[in-house]
């Protein structure tokens, strides 16, 4: 089932003199993790704001095409009451994520269900749990400001996955974790995948997003340059030709490949997507 | 229930906060000056250090400090009327009682107003606007409001250290310190625009403006005492009025 239909969505920032996006169409399944790459102002946090109804809405700018998210078409609602609650989305500064109101992280994630009106005794359960899932039970009674970047964008994190969300759009979720915090962030994924919820992720981290989505969608100048398998694509070229890079491990591969002439086939494609594929093929 | 550990101006119900610094500000021009308003600000100091914010007098008196010996020198150095003799200073009798009595006002609302602020817990306030059943939209802004001063403050820090990493001189003359403000200015008011849309966003996601009656998470606990002080205020006022009306 579709959650988020992107129908010929053309975005364009006021004053901008090109599209951030153009003509995209995308169909975002529930119960599977989809991945954006692309290069820098190729246009994937643009793609989430527009999928959460953010843009044009707080960024100004003009839409065309249709954004369906989770049955409510956002170009023909003014009323987006009923998606509260509905979608969470992550941008990339956790800082600006915060209420600003909270006295502890505690407070901090029961934010939103307490804005949703949700009894007190299912808002405790929710929050405890969250926050148990992102691993911060013990910042429980910390003041939100007071936290190590890591530590915030778990607690962003608990925060969205509270109210367990149905469309999940995550803006380089990972770039503040440290490494347990970004095996935490793919078991969260995995997890809320599972439970059906429709997850986009737009992330640079290639080697961490390889085995978590199950589709990757490559962007290149506001456009669908490739849609496809990351299992297969991260093993080909076709992610470097459109200037959205890969795994460490084929980077690896493309830099020995280019110094030693003439390249050994074991450099070429297909290249190894982690370390134990890379020890069996290089070894 | 919420009732964080603290000085009683941190246990009281938020609500008598406000109450008790309307109050302050509304008998400051109540009461006959100059001694009314003097001897409002001496309670009020009194007060402020029963409620566990002392600092709240200190600053507010480091506040009007240049204030205060602004009204001296209007009224009672230049001002006109009988003149008295005040240590070496031959000043004017009637000046000297009116800056008394703004000063006195001056005061008195300030220390009121500082003690609020420093005792002020957002998270309880809007805790108590929610059981209330007021508006929380509307509550949130106004709290925002409040915290927009230290924010703002915080952020030039992290601006001026981050222009003096590279390279920004900040020190020296006036005419220096003014020309450093330019690369100060830029980014901190920049940056407090994008910050407004981002964080707008994040709480629409967040559901702030979900159209249902927000759960109050920990609301403070309503006592006796805050209650009596809260009828107790407009009744004060009331009775002050009406014998500063009649006298």
Redesign the interface.
């Known amino acids: 089932m579709s959650a988020l239909t992107l129908d010929h969505l053309t975005f364009r920032y006021a004053g901008a003199e090109v599209d951030a996006l153009h003509d995209i169409s995308l169909d975002i399944h529930a119960g599977a993790v989809t991945w954006l790459l692309g290069a820098l102002g190729a246009g994937s946090s643009t793609l989430l704001?527009v999928s959460?109804g953010?843009a044009p809405q707080?960024?100004g700018g003009t839409r065309t095409g249709r954004v369906v998210a989770l049955g409510t078409d956002l170009g023909s609602t003014p009323d987006?009451?009923p998606l509260?609650?509905r979608?969470?989305?992550v941008?990339a500064?956790p800082l600006?994520?915060?209420?600003?109101?909270?006295?502890t992280v505690w407070?901090e994630v029961?934010?939103?269900?307490?804005?949703?009106?949700?009894?007190?005794e299912r808002?405790r359960r929710a929050t405890d749990a969250a926050l148990g899932r992102l691993g911060v039970s013990a910042l429980a009674a910390r003041a939100p400001a007071t936290l190590s970047g890591g530590e915030l964008q778990r607690v962003v994190l608990a925060?969205?996955l509270v109210?367990e969300p149905e469309l999940w759009l995550l803006d380089e979720p990972a770039a503040a974790l440290d490494r347990p915090g970004r095996g935490m962030l793919a078991d969260m994924l995995r997890g809320e995948a599972r439970r059906g919820a429709a997850i986009v992720v737009a992330s640079e981290d290639a080697d961490g997003m390889a085995r978590v989505a199950e589709r990757l969608v490559v962007l290149e100048h506001g456009r669908i340059a490739i849609d496809g398998s990351p299992d297969t694509l991260l093993r080909g070229e076709a992610t470097w030709t459109a200037g959205a890079g890969g795994t460490a491990f084929a980077a690896l591969a493309r830099r020995a490949a280019t110094v030693a002439q003439p390249a050994p086939p074991l450099l070429l494609p297909p290249y190894p997507l982690d370390l134990s594929e890379a020890i069996t093929r290089w070894t | 229930m919420n009732n964080r550990r603290g000085g009683l101006a941190r246990r009281a119900h938020p609500f008598t906060l406000f109450a008790v610094t309307g109050g302050v500000a509304a008998l400051a021009f109540i009461l006959p000056a100059p001694f009314g308003p003097l001897a409002l600000y001496a309670v009020v100091i009194a007060l402020a250090l029963i409620a566990g914010t002392p600092a709240a007098v200190s600053g507010a008196a480091l506040l009007c400090l240049p204030l205060w010996a602004m009204l001296f020198l209007l009224h009672a150095v230049i001002g006109g009327g009988e003149r008295i003799a005040l240590g070496p200073l031959v000043v004017s009798r009637g000046g000297i009682e009116a800056a008394a009595a703004q000063a006195g006002r001056l005061g008195a609302i300030a220390t009121a107003s500082l003690a609020l602020f420093r005792s002020f817990d957002p998270s309880r306030f809007l805790d108590a606007v929610a059981r209330r059943g007021w508006s929380f939209h509307a509550a949130y802004l106004f709290v925002a409001t409040l915290q927009a001063a230290p924010r703002l403050r915080e952020r030039a820090a992290t601006i001026v250290a981050a222009q003096r990493a590279r390279g920004l001189r900040y020190g020296g003359g006036p005419l220096r310190r003014l020309r450093a403000l330019v690369p100060l200015t830029l980014p901190l008011v920049l940056g407090m625009l994008s910050e407004v849309d981002e964080r707008a966003m994040a709480l629409e996601v967040r559901g702030l403006a979900a159209g249902v009656p927000r759960t109050p998470i920990a609301p403070p606990a309503d006592h006796t005492a805050d209650r009596i002080v809260r009828w107790a205020i407009p009744i004060v006022l009331a009775l002050a009025l009406a014998w500063r009306l009649t006298r």
């Open positions: 704001l959460a953010l707080h960024t987006r009451a509260a609650g979608i969470a989305c941008t500064s600006l994520q915060l209420s600003g109101v909270a006295a407070e029961a934010f939103a269900p307490a804005n949703l009106g949700w009894d007190i808002i925060s969205m109210f």
